[in-house]
Nanobody, 120 residues
Framework: QVQLVESGGDLVQPGGSLRLSCVIS????????MDWYRQAPGKQRELVAW???????TYSDFAKERFTISRDIPKNAADLQMNSLKPEDTAIYYC??????????????WGQGTQVTVSS
């Protein structure tokens, strides 16, 4: 019914930039939050940033000065602009949305991830 499509992951050199996109497909009533997480090999998944349905953004400490999360309203999407990328940013980046699929049906939905590799 509702699914997420993530895109934008790539191989990039240190200091480079990438813009990730998380697009919601299917029908839904409202968005509570749209979140970006990441998981590096052998590491636990960690929160990168999230944005509320009202557009309020919050960042983890490592992301505050380099990453920007935003809503792309025409695409029903949340984008993550990542600048000044470092090798330690290498991870699979996952989008998670907390939705009201209907007025009375709340769902948490994860995307399948997009690979970001920062290497020279």
């Amino acid at each position: 019914q509702v699914q997420l499509v993530e895109s934008g992951g790539d191989l990039v050199q240190p200091g480079g930039s990438l813009r990730l996109s998380c697009v919601i497909s299917g029908e839904f009533y409202a968005i509570n939050t749209m979140d970006w997480y990441r998981q590096a090999p052998g590491k636990q998944r960690e929160l990168v940033a999230w944005i509320t349905g009202g557009g309020s953004a919050t960042y983890s400490d490592f992301a505050k000065e380099r990453f920007t999360i935003s809503r792309d309203i025409p695409k029903n999407a949340a984008d993550l602009q990542m600048n000044s990328l470092k090798p330690e940013d290498t991870a699979i980046y996952y989008c998670k949305v907390d939705l009201l699929v209907t007025m009375s049906s709340r769902r948490e939905i994860w995307g399948q991830g997009t690979q970001v590799t920062v290497s020279s």
